[in-house]
T-cell receptor
Framework: GAGVSQTPSNKVTEKGKYVELRCDPI?????LYWYRQSLGQGPEFLIY????????DSGLPNDRFFAVRPEGSVSTLKIQRTERGDSAVYLC?????????????FGPGTRLTVL | TQLLEQSPQFLSIQEGENLTVYCNSS?????LQWYRQEPGEGPVLLVT?????EVKKLKRLTFQFGDARKDSSLHITAAQPGDTGLYLC????????????FGKGTKLTVNP
C-alpha cells in the first residue's frame, strides 16, 4: 500500500516569505506527526495530531509555525516570515492506534531552503 | 536538551567487522525504537523494544533494551556495505505524549 507522502520534495524560498508543506499520511492512520531535521541532527518533534486536533504542539519553535489537519487526514505545516534558520528537512510521520507501541511511519521529507 | 545520547556519532569500518552503537538517557522510556535513514529519505523503523532487558534479533542486527529502560544498544555482526546509513534511536517518554524523542544518530560507513 501507499506510504506517507510529502510535497513538495524540495522548496527554496526567500527570507520573509510564507511557505506551506503538505503531508498525506497512510490511509486510516489517526495520528500524524511533524518533525524537523537539521543537518547532522536527529529529527526534532514539532507537533502531533490525533484526528483533527493538535494533541501536543510543544515542539513548535515560535508563533511563525502553525499546522492544521482539518479533516483528520492530510496535514499542512505553515511557516510565516521564514528565516534562514528554518532551513531543514521537515518530516511527517503517521501512526495508528491499532499499531502497538506507537510505531511511526515516515515520509521522505520536504527539504526547505531559506535564502 | 538532548534526552537521548548516541555514541559514537561517526563510525567507519571494513566489511566483515562487528560494531555496537549505544543509546543512553537519564529518562525512562515506555518503548524505544531504532530507525535507519538513508540520504534523501525518511527514517525506516527497524525494531521496537518495550520490556527491560529485552533482546531482539533481526538477521545480523541485535537490539537490547536496558533493564531500567533508560538505554539501548544495537550490535551488527559481520557488517556489509549495505548496512551503511544513519542509525537513530528514538524513545517514547514514560508519562509523556506520543511524540518520539530522537538521538542525534550514528552515521555508519561500511567500506568494501
Amino acid at each position: 500500500g501507499a506510504g506517507v507522502s510529502q510535497t513538495p520534495s524540495n522548496k527554496v524560498t526567500e527570507k520573509g516569505k510564507y511557505v506551506e508543506l503538505r503531508c498525506d499520511p497512510i490511509s486510516g492512520h489517526t495520528a500524524l506527526y511533524w518533525y524537523r531535521q537539521s543537518l547532522g541532527q536527529g529529527p526534532e518533534f514539532l507537533i502531533y495530531f490525533q484526528g483533527t486536533g493538535a494533541a501536543d504542539d510543544s515542539g513548535l519553535p515560535n508563533d511563525r509555525f502553525f499546522a492544521v489537519r482539518p479533516e483528520g487526514s492530510v496535514s499542512t505545516l505553515k511557516i510565516q516570515r521564514t528565516e534562514r534558520g528554518d532551513s531543514a528537512v521537515y518530516l511527517c510521520a503517521s501512526s495508528s492506534t491499532g499499531i502497538q507501541y506507537n510505531e511511526q511511519f515516515f515520509g521522505p521529507g520536504t527539504r526547505l531552503t531559506v535564502l | 536538551t538532548q534526552l537521548l545520547e548516541q555514541s559514537p556519532q561517526f563510525l567507519s569500518i571494513q566489511e566483515g567487522e562487528n560494531l555496537t552503537v549505544y543509546c543512553n538517557s537519564s529518562s525512562v522510556f515506555s518503548s524505544l525504537q531504532w530507525y535507519r535513514q538513508e540520504p534523501g529519505e525518511g527514517p525506516v523503523l527497524l525494531v521496537t523494544v518495550v520490556t527491560g532487558g529485552e533482546v531482539k534479533k533481526l538477521k545480523r542486527l541485535t537490539f537490547q533494551f536496558g533493564d531500567a529502560r533508560k538505554d539501548s544498544s544495537l550490535h551488527i555482526t559481520a557488517a556489509q556495505p549495505g548496512d551503511t546509513g544513519l542509525y537513530l534511536c528514538a524513545g517514547v517518554t514514560q508519562g509523556g505524549s506520543e511524540k518520539l524523542v530522537f538521538g542525534k544518530g550514528t552515521k555508519l560507513t561500511v567500506n568494501p
